[in-house]
């Protein structure tokens, strides 16, 4: 059993950055592929970007490559995103999820938290 706690959520202008977490607790947390997907009102959930086990490989949905970064540190248990150049379109609920041993897949996962509001408005 794992548990999921996002933190780093909150209004931010456009333009601006937000470095979100995600606290990964429970039994070999390692083995787990962690993904970050987000919610806007009225929209259904995407994925925004997903990262191995071993952090060595990572992937981004196309509108978030080159302004957002993923990372973890296993030794902390914990998985980042960075977020730079905020744009409206980035408003939503963010919730980490994790899937052992397989790449992140939004139907798929085997654990989710509960997420945090990142909110993009002047």
């Known amino acids: 059993q794992l548990q999921l706690v996002e933190s780093g959520g909150g209004l931010v202008q456009p333009g601006g950055s937000l470095k979100l977490s995600c606290g990964v607790s429970?039994?070999?947390?390692?083995?787990?592929?962690i993904g970050w997907f987000r919610q806007a009102p009225g929209k259904e959930r995407e994925g925004v970007s997903c990262?191995?086990?071993?952090?060595?490989?990572?992937h981004y949905v196309a509108s978030v490559k080159g302004r957002f970064t993923i990372s973890r540190d296993n030794a902390k248990n914990t998985v980042y995103l960075q977020m730079n150049n905020l744009k409206a379109e980035d408003t939503g609920v963010y919730y980490c999820?994790?899937?052992?041993?397989?790449?992140?897949?939004?139907?798929?996962?085997?654990?989710w938290g509960k997420g945090t509001l990142v909110t993009v408005s002047s």
């Open positions: 429970g039994f070999s947390g390692n083995y787990y592929y």
């Open positions: 999820a994790a899937r052992r041993n397989f790449w992140c897949r939004g139907d798929a996962m085997d654990y």
């Open positions: 990262i191995r086990n071993t952090g060595d490989v990572t």
